[in-house]
């Protein structure tokens, strides 16, 4: 991807990120993801009806890059099924750590395809995405583990 184009979708959407904000509605699944090494600390709320996630909010105090990836996070795996998401969110990680990946399926978030040359980095990029893995993780047998949680 062109590091304009890069540059410029990030920027969009750490100041204008997509359905920043919580709501308050009993139907939305929750999660509360903090980096301990930095600022970031992020909230999430789903709302998954007959197997597709309806809606996605977040919300908290975080970085450029924790932002603009829990906005992109947004716009990617809203009004998909559950089973897209796990499939993405596998991508998403793997594109992370180097790891084979279809860029296809992960639309606006391929913008993150070289933040391993930052690794400090990588967790602000993770951290939204593991906000959605934990609230999947305890709807079906997924495992939260394969991603590069220890980075």
């Known amino acids: 991807m062109d590091k304009n184009l890069r540059r410029s979708i990030i920027l969009d959407h750490y100041q204008n990120p997509r359905n920043k904000g919580l709501v308050k509605d009993d139907n939305y699944l929750y999660a509360d ?19 597709i996630l309806k809606d ?20 990617t795996l809203m009004g ?5 998401a796990i499939q993405i969110l596998k991508n998403y990680a793997n594109m992370i750590d180097e790891k084979p990946y279809d860029e296809k399926i992960l639309e606006q978030a391929v913008v993150y395809d070289d933040i391993y040359k930052q690794p400090n ?9 593991w906000g959605i893995e934990k ?6 047998d997924y495992d939260t583990n394969h991603s590069a949680q220890s980075c």
Request: charged share 30%.
């Open 80 to 84: 998909k099924t559950v089973d897209e």
């Open 33 to 51: 993801m903090n980096n301990e090494s930095c600022i970031d600390e992020v909230e999430i709320q789903v709302k998954i009806e007959d197997g």
């Open 121 to 129: 980095r990588k967790k602000c990029a993770l951290l939204p995405w």
């Open 135 to 140: 609230i999947l993780g305890e709807l079906v």
């Open 56 to 75: 996605i909010h977040f919300d908290g105090e975080a970085c450029a890059i924790c932002t603009s990836s829990s906005s992109i996070m947004v716009e």
